[in-house]
């Protein structure tokens, strides 16, 4: 009996080397057809969140180490890294010249940074961050950064000459937590976290018009100053928050345990009274949503023109949900990829006419897999212009070595929060000429950590978390780890 159990894992042992394409023989762009999709792990360990769990540890680890936690657990906060509050344009290739403040560039000035420390945060670690901007009955438009901190969030505007103005925080709702998430529809801020018992909290930004906070931030409370709270998600857990403005739904994703009958997939609030959010259904099948866009879609699958979708990625494979009813939502296609590790976010082209997607695995470059086997960043191109069949047609491979996180696109630019790397923006306008990714090219970036300059980066956790592109100033703030919020402004001519 132990012969044959012998002699049956090394058959499986050679069926699966086999199964997976050598690293001396990487396939090329546009090969998609004959890749074999092998992902990192077993079917059972994606599903059981083993995989999840694992570059939770990893991040948490990385955190421990640049928050320089000692065994009395105390914050020693980083030493050198000042406040920038002057414009400092990208000159020779480099922004500053103070020792750890300064930052490898192209075509991207820094027009103001500002720690995390200065923007009212005691644990002093960044994660996600997402734009407001209001404009006055006569048309006086003010622009707001939401900055996402272990222990809560913090207000800033960014001034026009793109200096920020700390306005105040609102606290965690329970605990602190490395992972907080927030979206906005209308004028009110929906934001989540992986803190147990946390919830939605819903957040009126009008709060923030008020000039006297320029001078006199605001610890806003989580007892009075939210609008609502919404305490349905199964244990209060989401790892991140969806927007679809459209439809008035914010999704809360990755909402453990994934034994729960909604299975961590999309969970679907109405918010449309958001003094009285509502539970509108979920999407249970094909488990676990790590990330997701939702929106209408508008492109060349006429099937569903008027449709609304969710492009979501799901750790082992990048699915497309019909969710026009949230009651009864169902999967248009499942679909897996060449050297999948972790599919993590991503976000179509153009929103108008929905034809191709990029997607980021958070864990290729890592763990050197397929195109990332040289750990520089490479973010997938698919084509979408058929939802029932997706295709796989290039990459992009930065010329960096780095892990990449979130991205979004405007104007056919993609902006990379690629962690240690920085902000690295890719222009893929392209793609509907040649969706390999040949012709995409980096127009411009922003090193936010130096540390690792001397070797081309290093893929490990740190820097930047996340952008935000879309204020019509043009100014692009990015939220770091350890650091704080940089704001940018692209210089470049294309």
Same mark, same amino acid.
């Given at each position: 009996?132990?012969?044959?159990?012998?002699?049956?894992?090394?058959?499986?042992?050679?069926?699966?080397?086999?199964?997976?394409?050598?690293?001396?023989?990487?396939?090329?762009?546009?090969?998609?057809?004959?890749?074999?999709? =092998?992902?990192?792990? /077993?079917?059972?360990?994606?599903?059981?969140?083993?995989?999840?769990?694992?570059?939770?540890?990893?991040?948490?680890?990385?955190?421990?180490?640049?928050?320089?936690?000692?065994?009395?657990?105390?914050?020693?906060?980083?030493?050198?890294?000042? /406040?920038?509050?002057?414009?400092?344009?990208?000159?020779?290739?480099?922004?500053?010249?103070?020792?750890?403040?300064?930052?490898?560039?192209?075509?991207?000035?820094?027009?103001?940074?500002?720690?995390?420390?200065?923007?009212?945060?005691?644990?002093?670690?960044?994660?996600?961050?997402?734009?407001?901007?209001?404009?006055?009955?006569? !048309?006086?438009?003010?622009?707001?950064?939401?900055?996402?901190?272990?222990?809560?969030?913090?207000?800033?505007?960014?001034?026009?000459?793109?200096?920020?103005?700390?306005?105040?925080?609102?606290?965690?709702?329970?605990?602190?937590?490395?992972?907080?998430?927030?979206?906005?529809?209308?004028?009110?801020?929906?934001? !989540?976290?992986?803190?147990?018992?946390?919830?939605?909290?819903?957040? %009126?930004?009008?709060?923030?018009?008020?000039?006297?906070?320029?001078?006199?931030?605001?610890?806003?409370?989580?007892?009075?100053?939210?609008?609502?709270?919404?305490?349905?998600?199964?244990?209060?857990?989401?790892?991140?928050?969806?927007?679809?403005?459209?439809?008035?739904?914010?999704?809360?994703?990755?909402?453990? /345990?994934?034994?729960?009958?909604?299975?961590?997939?999309?969970?679907?609030?109405?918010?449309? %009274?958001?003094?009285?959010?509502?539970?509108?259904?979920?999407?249970?099948?094909?488990?676990?949503?790590?990330?997701?866009?939702?929106?209408?879609?508008?492109?060349?699958?006429?099937?569903?023109?008027?449709?609304?979708?969710?492009?979501?990625?799901?750790?082992?494979?990048?699915?497309?949900?019909?969710?026009?009813?949230?009651?009864?939502?169902?999967?248009?296609?499942?679909?897996?990829?060449?050297? =999948?590790?972790?599919?993590?976010?991503?976000?179509?082209?153009?929103?108008?006419?929905?034809?191709?997607?990029?997607?980021?695995?958070?864990?290729?470059?890592?763990?050197?897999?397929?195109?990332?086997?040289?750990?520089?960043? =490479?973010?997938?191109?698919?084509?979408?212009?058929?939802?029932?069949?997706?295709?796989?047609?290039?990459?992009?491979?930065?010329?960096?070595?780095?892990?990449?996180?979130?991205?979004?696109?405007?104007?056919?630019?993609?902006?990379?929060?690629?962690?240690?790397?920085?902000?690295?923006?890719?222009?893929?306008?392209?793609?509907?000429?040649?969706?390999?990714?040949?012709?995409?090219?980096?127009?411009?970036?922003?090193?936010?950590? /130096?540390?690792? %300059?001397?070797?081309?980066?290093?893929?490990?956790?740190?820097?930047?978390?996340?952008?935000?592109?879309?204020?019509?100033?043009?100014?692009?703030?990015?939220?770091?780890?350890?650091?704080?919020?940089?704001?940018?402004?692209?210089?470049?001519?294309?």
């Amino acid at each position: 009996m132990q012969l044959r159990l012998g002699v049956a894992l090394v058959s499986l042992v050679v069926a699966l080397v086999s199964a997976s394409p050598p690293k001396s023989d990487v396939l090329n762009r546009g090969e998609e057809k004959p890749f074999i999709h =092998v992902p990192l792990a /077993p079917t059972d360990d994606y599903k059981s969140g083993k995989v999840h769990e694992m570059l939770m540890e990893k991040m948490m680890a990385a955190v421990d180490k640049m928050r320089g936690v000692n065994s009395a657990g105390i914050f020693e906060p980083r030493e050198g890294i000042k /406040p920038i509050a002057q414009f400092t344009p990208c000159v020779d290739g480099y922004a500053g010249k103070e020792v750890n403040n300064t930052y490898a560039c192209r075509n991207l000035d820094l027009y103001s940074f500002t720690p995390h420390a200065d923007m009212g945060s005691t644990d002093r670690v960044g994660s996600d961050v997402w734009g407001w901007a209001h404009t006055s009955d006569g !048309g006086v438009t003010r622009e707001f950064g939401l900055v996402a901190q272990m222990d809560g969030t913090a207000f800033v505007e960014v001034l026009a000459n793109g200096q920020i103005a700390y306005l105040g925080r609102l606290a965690t709702q329970t605990v602190s937590s490395i992972w907080r998430d927030i979206k906005v529809i209308g004028n009110y801020a929906y934001i !989540g976290s992986e803190a147990e018992g946390h919830g939605i909290q819903v957040f %009126d930004l009008l709060k923030l018009l008020d000039v006297s906070l320029v001078k006199s931030p605001k610890n806003f409370s989580i007892h009075t100053d939210l609008t609502a709270h919404y305490d349905e998600l199964p244990i209060g857990r989401s790892h991140n928050v969806v927007a679809h403005a459209a439809k008035n739904l914010i999704v809360a994703v990755g909402s453990v /345990p994934r034994t729960d009958i909604c299975a961590a997939g999309l969970i679907f609030i109405d918010v449309t %009274d958001p003094s009285s959010p509502k539970s509108a259904g979920c999407a249970a099948a094909d488990g676990y949503v790590h990330d997701a866009q939702c929106l209408i879609y508008y492109g060349p699958h006429t099937k569903y023109n008027g449709t609304d979708v969710c492009y979501s990625f799901n750790e082992d494979s990048f699915t497309i949900y019909n969710v026009s009813d949230p009651a009864e939502p169902f999967i248009i296609s499942t679909t897996s990829y060449y050297g =999948v590790s972790y599919s993590h976010q991503g976000w179509v082209i153009d929103e108008k006419n929905q034809t191709h997607l990029l997607l980021n695995d958070e864990d290729d470059e890592v763990e050197s897999r397929g195109w990332a086997e040289d750990q520089k960043t =490479v973010t997938y191109i698919w084509d979408i212009t058929d939802l029932e069949h997706p295709v796989l047609t290039g990459y992009y491979k930065s010329p960096a070595v780095s892990i990449d996180h979130n991205l979004y696109v405007l104007n056919g630019l993609c902006y990379e929060s690629n962690y240690n790397s920085g902000l690295r923006v890719v222009n893929v306008s392209s793609v509907t000429k040649d969706p390999t990714g040949a012709g995409f090219f980096e127009a411009a970036f922003f090193d936010v950590h /130096p540390e690792d %300059d001397d070797v081309n980066g290093v893929a490990e956790y740190g820097g930047a978390w996340s952008v935000y592109p879309y204020f019509e100033s043009g100014y692009l703030i990015v939220n770091t780890l350890e650091r704080g919020l940089f704001v940018l402004k692209y210089a470049g001519s294309t």
